[in-house]
T-cell receptor, first 118, second 114 residues
Framework: AQTVTQSQPEMSVQEAETVTLSCTYD???????LFWYKQPPSRQMILVIR??????QNATENRFSVNFQKAAKSFSLKISDSQLGDAAMYFC???????????????FGSGTQLTVLP | DTAVSQTPKYLVTQMGNDKSIKCEQN?????MYWYKQDSKKFLKIMFS???????INETVPNRFSPKSPDKAHLNLHINSLELGDSAVYFC?????????????FGPGTRLLVL
């Protein structure tokens, strides 16, 4: 079974600065999907960014980018020019490919609570 | 415009009662899920339906029964509610082999059992 580990329960960043959230995972599969979701106080789960394991290029979405290290099974999220609205719980998640034939639910990490300081 | 909706958003009830949470998606997706988020914010899959067929049934008490009347709806019925059932329940949906396999979530239903 796959596992996802987020070793930073809490992080803080100064507004306009850059912060990196860590995520590692364990899998024996060679192809899979990785996601970062954001959960603000409103509780809504919002997709931040996604990465397909077969793609070597790191995904980027505006101020959000990932550092995907497949061999190290690492998938960190970098937030540049942090804004007050970025304050939220961030979850890293793993999903098996359809070719795996396995159940393909999201497996989540335990989350990192990000505080943005004005 | 709402992609994945859940009703109700808040549910406060007494132990021993039976309650249902409804979920609907208008994204044309073929797979729907129920996740539970506990008090420590840990998210875990409960059930998944693909084209109205149950494909994931994690180890949850049989007091929880999902029902999918059609591909756009997945409801969760809970019998004999217990204190430990207090949590936030999220519905999600996705399209197999589409949209890079992304799951889209509803707003969550906060259940409080007294």
């Amino acid at each position: 079974a796959q596992t996802v580990t987020q070793s930073q329960p809490e992080m803080s960043v100064q507004e306009a600065e850059t912060v990196t959230l860590s995520c590692t995972y364990d899998t024996s599969e060679s192809d899979y999907y990785l996601f970062w979701y954001k959960q603000p106080p409103s509780r809504q789960m919002i997709l931040v960014i996604r990465q397909e394991a077969y793609k070597q290029q790191n995904a980027t979405e505006n101020r959000f980018s990932v550092n995907f290290q497949k061999a190290a099974k690492s998938f960190s999220l970098k937030i540049s020019d942090s804004q007050l609205g970025d304050a939220a719980m961030y979850f890293c998640a793993y999903r098996s490919p359809i070719s795996s034939g396995s159940a393909r639910q999201l497996t989540f990490g335990s989350g990192t609570q990000l505080t943005v300081l004005p | 415009d709402t992609a994945v909706s859940q009703t109700p958003k808040y549910l406060v009830t007494q132990m021993g009662n039976d309650k249902s949470i409804k979920c609907e998606q208008n994204l044309g997706h073929d797979t729907m899920y129920w996740y539970k988020q506990d008090s420590k914010k840990f998210l875990k899959i409960m059930f998944s339906y693909n084209n109205k067929e149950l494909i994931i049934n994690e180890t949850v008490p049989n007091r929880f029964s999902p029902k999918s009347p059609d591909k756009a709806h997945l409801n969760l019925h809970i019998n004999s509610l217990e204190l430990g059932d207090s949590a936030v329940y999220f519905c999600a949906s996705s399209r197999t082999l589409g949209d890079q396999e992304t799951q889209y979530f509803g707003p969550g239903t906060r259940l409080l059992v007294l």
